[in-house]
């Protein structure tokens, strides 16, 4: 039975005990807040609010790095009835555009930020060109530096169980994201069925690191272990970015029985664990540490799980599942305390309607997929083919949901509705799956969602930003989610239509990536020069097909030709000069093994995500404590650049 009727009244109900929110900001840097503190101080925000015009149904934008902000003004949203906007706070000017596109999208929004964070808004909406988007919302604008005094009460809002709760939007670098409308309803109906599935009780401890902005962070890792009683722990994302052994060591010594990951974070934790020991860790009371967010890697689980094994993490600890934020997060949960279940199939036998085909896992075709278990209470699901008719076990099939917990649309958005919900009420997921043994097991993606380091990226997008640079029109590149023989995981691949030779492909390559990692955040792992992109009939980009082709080996010849070129036009420069310079070399280095990074290489155009910036930054502000921001990795992009900077702020 579901044990509340609104949200407010969870908290309400909760925070009559002993409960709590430990915010782990770092190393002897911990803050536990009662639930009584918490409803309090959202209380107290919400007269803030409310002074400023605020009534229930208006629209807010939660724009905070802080985790502990940012819960204030949520709860104080859902106390007022104001509908609370997550909107990520980020480093690239993605971030930014999208926070100025959905303002637009939601008519008159509140924006609750800080005053630094306003101000680059300020500056990003003149530079783009768009006064009159800012020019609506600043006045608009509560700032958290403002906030003196929380002592007096708001007026809570008569809230329904059927009103929206809050939006979350999707991602999007060009397009108009799509909002994600929840009510009160869909969200306790997913937490019971949550708690349920899993066996959440008071005795458990959780901890995440991922994002408050992320369906995994906010519903699952905070609502969820609110509804169930268990204390939670909360580790900041950029912490985990910089430290991320430190998930690790809390994980050990705050005795967690819940965590969290999808595959970028497996992958991190390795790379940063190496072959170092953990000194006094046990691991042994994890029982759950939910996989999913991203197509599920069983290779790296199984890497992960043996890599720890030493510190007591139990291989029945690992606990793949199935979700998406139109679910209110969570669709289908294995048997909690068992081993993962996986399949080995012919990754060609995986089109709609056709009977995917076991293979040994030495099979060159093989491809491994995890189970994800089954519905959960309150969800049903189903799977069909092209037809809309239902295929039998074994086959793959599109995939679509229903039940109290599932989203009745996206935010005044008739078409992508109208795409997504059938006439009988059924909810279009977007994926593919199987069924086997009465378990489910994502295939893929009939959208072309590209899944890179947790976070979803449309291909479309990716490639308007492209589109002004001569070379890179639109229809001149795709833009796929492929996976390479050696890599566990999906990484992000452009295709370049190109029919010249290599040494005057390299510039164009390196623009593209320059492009995608500025303007998106997200690490280009290959470019690939093609001769033709093919393309539907009606001239659709057909992505998948080359995709495909990628994966198979097809382009194997031009890659090691562009690897040749590449390694001829970088790693040949100058030699560092002075001690800063060559700090600054090694720091580099080391986060980009294999780049050939010279000294006048401008970061973005060899590669350098935002989570490549984020490890440069740390390293360097462990050299040089508090000297340089983050931001002015931007806007000195080169060694030389930077270097010149550094020794501006502290001498040579």
Same mark, same amino acid.
């Given at each position: 039975?579901? *044990? %509340?009727?609104?949200?407010?009244?969870?908290?309400?109900?909760?925070?009559?005990?002993d409960?709590?929110?430990?915010? @782990?900001?770092?190393? $002897? !840097?911990? *803050? &536990?807040?009662?639930?009584?503190?918490?409803? #309090?101080?959202?209380?107290?925000?919400?007269?803030?609010?409310?002074?400023?015009?605020?009534?229930?149904?208006?629209?807010?934008i939660?724009?905070?790095?802080?985790?502990?902000?940012?819960?204030?003004? %949520?709860?104080?949203?859902?106390?007022?009835?104001?509908?609370?906007?997550?909107?990520? +706070?980020?480093?690239?000017?993605?971030?930014?555009?999208?926070?100025?596109?959905?303002?637009?999208?939601?008519? /008159?929004?509140?924006?609750?930020?800080?005053?630094?964070?306003?101000?680059?808004?300020? &500056?990003y909406?003149?530079?783009?060109?768009?006064?009159d988007?800012?020019? !609506?919302?600043?006045?608009?604008?509560?700032?958290?530096?403002?906030?003196?005094?929380?002592?007096?009460?708001?007026?809570?809002?008569?809230?329904?169980?059927?009103?929206?709760?809050?939006?979350?939007f999707s991602? $999007?670098?060009?397009?108009?994201?799509?909002? +994600?409308?929840?009510?009160?309803?869909?969200?306790? &109906?997913?937490?019971?069925?949550a708690? /349920?599935?899993?066996?959440?009780?008071?005795?458990?401890?959780?901890l995440?690191w991922?994002?408050?902005?992320?369906?995994?962070?906010?519903?699952?890792?905070?609502l969820?272990?609110? %509804?169930?009683?268990?204390?939670?722990?909360?580790?900041?994302?950029?912490?985990f970015?910089?430290?991320?052994?430190?998930?690790l060591?809390?994980?050990?010594?705050? #005795? +967690?029985?819940?965590?969290c990951?999808?595959?970028?974070?497996?992958?991190?934790?390795?790379?940063?664990?190496?072959?170092?020991?953990?000194?006094?860790?046990?691991?042994?009371?994890?029982?759950?540490?939910?996989?999913?967010?991203?197509?599920?890697?069983?290779e790296?689980?199984?890497?992960?799980?043996?890599?720890?094994?030493?510190?007591?993490?139990?291989?029945?600890?690992?606990?793949?599942?199935?979700?998406?934020?139109?679910?209110?997060l969570?669709?289908?949960?294995?048997?909690?305390?068992?081993?993962?279940r996986?399949?080995?199939?012919?990754?060609?036998?995986?089109?709609?309607?056709?009977?995917?085909?076991?293979?040994?896992?030495?099979?060159?075709?093989?491809?491994?997929?995890?189970?994800?278990?089954?519905?959960?209470?309150?969800t049903?699901?189903?799977?069909?083919?092209?037809?809309?008719?239902?295929?039998?076990? $074994?086959?793959?099939?599109?995939?679509?949901?229903?039940?109290d917990?599932?989203?009745?649309?996206?935010?005044?958005?008739?078409?992508?509705?109208?795409?997504?919900?059938?006439?009988?009420?059924?909810?279009?997921?977007?994926?593919?799956a199987?069924?086997?043994? $009465?378990?489910?097991?994502?295939?893929?993606?009939?959208?072309?969602?590209?899944?890179?380091?947790?976070?979803?990226?449309?291909?479309?997008?990716?490639?308007?930003?492209?589109?002004?640079?001569?070379?890179?029109?639109?229809?001149?590149?795709?833009?796929?989610?492929?996976? !390479?023989?050696?890599?566990?995981?999906?990484?992000?691949? @452009?295709?370049?239509?190109?029919?010249?030779?290599?040494?005057?492909?390299?510039?164009?390559?390196?623009?593209?990536?320059h492009?995608?990692?500025?303007?998106?955040?997200?690490?280009?792992?290959?470019?690939?020069?093609?001769?033709?992109?093919? *393309?539907?009939?009606?001239?659709?980009? /057909?992505?998948?097909a080359?995709?495909k082709?990628?994966?198979?080996?097809?382009?194997?010849?031009?890659?090691?030709?562009?690897?040749?070129?590449?390694? !001829?036009?970088?790693?040949?420069g100058?030699?560092?000069?002075?001690?800063?310079?060559?700090?600054?070399?090694?720091?580099?280095?080391?986060?980009?093994?294999?780049?050939?990074?010279?000294?006048?290489?401008?970061?973005?155009? +060899?590669?350098?995500?935002?989570?490549?910036?984020?490890?440069?930054?740390?390293?360097?502000?462990?050299?040089?404590?508090?000297?340089?921001?983050?931001?002015?990795?931007?806007?000195?992009?080169?060694?030389?650049?930077?270097?010149?900077?550094?020794e501006? *702020?502290?001498?040579?």
């Open positions: 039975m579901i *044990k %509340y009727q609104t949200l407010p009244d969870m908290l309400d109900e909760r925070a009559r005990g409960g709590a929110i430990v915010y @782990l900001e770092g190393e $002897g !840097a911990e *803050k &536990t807040l009662k639930l009584t503190d918490l409803r #309090r101080r959202a209380l107290g925000i919400l007269f803030h609010l409310q002074r400023i015009g605020a009534k229930p149904g208006d629209h807010l939660l724009h905070v790095a802080s985790n502990e902000q940012f819960i204030d003004a %949520y709860w104080a949203c859902l106390y007022g009835g104001i509908v609370p906007v997550p909107v990520a +706070v980020g480093i690239s000017d993605e971030h930014k555009h999208k926070l100025l596109r959905i303002a637009r999208q939601l008519g /008159q929004p509140y924006l609750y930020t800080d005053r630094k964070l306003r101000d680059r808004l300020a &500056t909406a003149a530079t783009l060109g768009e006064p988007t800012w020019s !609506a919302l600043e006045p608009r604008t509560f700032l958290i530096d403002a906030l003196d005094d929380i002592a007096r009460a708001g007026a809570r809002a008569d809230l329904d169980p059927d009103q929206t709760a809050f939006i979350q991602s $999007g670098s060009t397009s108009e994201p799509k909002g +994600v409308v929840l009510s009160h309803r869909n969200i306790l &109906t997913n937490a019971e069925g708690t /349920q599935a899993a066996g959440f009780s008071e005795q458990d401890i959780s995440s991922m994002p408050l902005t992320h369906d995994m962070g906010l519903i699952g890792f905070h969820m272990m609110m %509804y169930a009683g268990v204390r939670q722990h909360l580790m900041p994302t950029d912490l970015v910089r430290r991320a052994l430190l998930w060591k809390w994980s050990s010594a705050k #005795r +967690v029985t819940i965590t990951s999808p595959n970028f974070g497996y992958r991190h934790c390795l790379k940063a664990l190496g072959d170092k020991t953990l000194d006094d860790h046990d691991l042994s009371s994890v029982r759950l540490i939910f996989n999913g967010a991203e197509p599920i890697s069983v790296l689980a199984e890497e992960f799980l043996d890599r720890l094994a030493p510190y007591g993490l139990r291989r029945t600890s690992m606990f793949p599942v199935y979700g998406l934020a139109e679910a209110s969570a669709v289908s949960f294995p048997p909690p305390g068992t081993l993962y996986c399949i080995t199939v012919d990754r060609r036998s995986l089109g709609v309607g056709s009977s995917a085909r076991h293979v040994d896992a030495a099979d060159p075709t093989a491809l491994k997929l995890m189970s994800e278990g089954k519905p959960i209470p309150y049903r699901v189903k799977l069909l083919d092209d037809a809309g008719v239902a295929v039998p076990a $074994g086959t793959v099939g599109h995939l679509l949901m229903q039940g917990n599932v989203t009745r649309g996206y935010f005044q958005n008739l078409a992508a509705n109208a795409a997504a919900v059938t006439a009988d009420g059924w909810l279009r997921t977007g994926d593919l199987l069924e086997h043994e $009465g378990n489910l097991y994502v295939t893929g993606r009939s959208k072309e969602i590209i899944f890179v380091n947790g976070q979803n990226y449309y291909p479309h997008d990716l490639e308007s930003v492209l589109q002004t640079e001569p070379g890179l029109e639109l229809g001149k590149v795709a833009a796929a989610g492929a996976r !390479a023989a050696e890599s566990p995981t999906d990484e992000l691949v @452009l295709f370049v239509l190109h029919r010249s030779d290599m040494t005057s492909f390299i510039p164009l390559a390196t623009k593209a990536m492009l995608i990692n500025e303007h998106a955040g997200v690490e280009v792992a290959r470019v690939v020069p093609v001769k033709r992109i093919p *393309k539907t009939t009606s001239g659709k980009l /057909q992505r998948n080359l995709a082709s990628y994966e198979e080996g097809e382009f194997a010849a031009e890659l090691a030709e562009f690897d040749q070129a590449w390694a !001829a036009l970088h790693g040949q100058r030699a560092a000069k002075g001690r800063v310079e060559a700090q600054l070399k090694a720091i580099v280095d080391d986060a980009m093994p294999g780049k050939h990074v010279d000294i006048d290489d401008n970061l973005f155009d +060899v590669g350098a995500s935002s989570l490549t910036l984020i490890q440069i930054h740390e390293k360097i502000d462990e050299a040089y404590p508090g000297v340089v921001d983050l931001t002015e990795l931007f806007d000195f992009p080169t060694i030389s650049m930077l270097a010149k900077r550094l501006g *702020k502290v001498g040579s």
